[in-house]
């Protein structure tokens, strides 16, 4: 079983800038594909990122392609989300998970471990 912790997020003014963070426990945490959601007031999960369990392939939502980027640590147990050019629209709490058996990239229900999510908040 994996653990996740998300921390990072905050008041931030649009434009500006935040890197995310997901902190795993367990010793496999390297043979797990990771992703991101995030879900507004109202409104569905939704994708934002996801990285294979090497790095060596990331998939982005539409909406942050250029702006947002996906990375991880192996060593550290860590994923990481970079954020730029941020909008308010991009308000929201975000979440890690992790994927035990990649098939569908970006399908909710794919994911089999949850964070208990990180807010972030950008000002118009």
């Known amino acids: 079983q994996v653990q996740l912790v998300e921390s990072g997020g905050g008041l931030v003014q649009a434009g500006g800038s935040l890197r995310l963070s997901c902190a795993a426990s367990?010793?496999?945490?390297?043979?797990?594909?990771m992703g991101w959601f995030r879900q507004a007031p109202g409104k569905e999960r939704e994708f934002v990122a996801h990285?294979?369990?090497?790095?060596?392939?990331?998939f982005y939502a539409d909406s942050v392609k250029g702006r947002f980027t996906i990375s991880r640590d192996n060593a550290k147990n860590t994923v990481y989300l970079q954020m730029n050019s941020l909008k308010p629209e991009d308000t929201a709490v975000y979440y890690c998970?992790?994927?035990?058996?990649?098939?569908?990239?970006?399908?909710?229900?794919?994911?089999?471990?949850w964070g208990q999510g990180t807010q972030v908040t950008v000002s118009s």
């Open positions: 990285i294979s369990w090497s790095g060596g392939n990331t």
């Open positions: 998970a992790a994927d035990r058996s990649p098939g569908v990239v970006g399908n909710v229900y794919e994911y089999d471990y």
């Open positions: 367990g010793r496999t945490f390297s043979s797990y594909d």
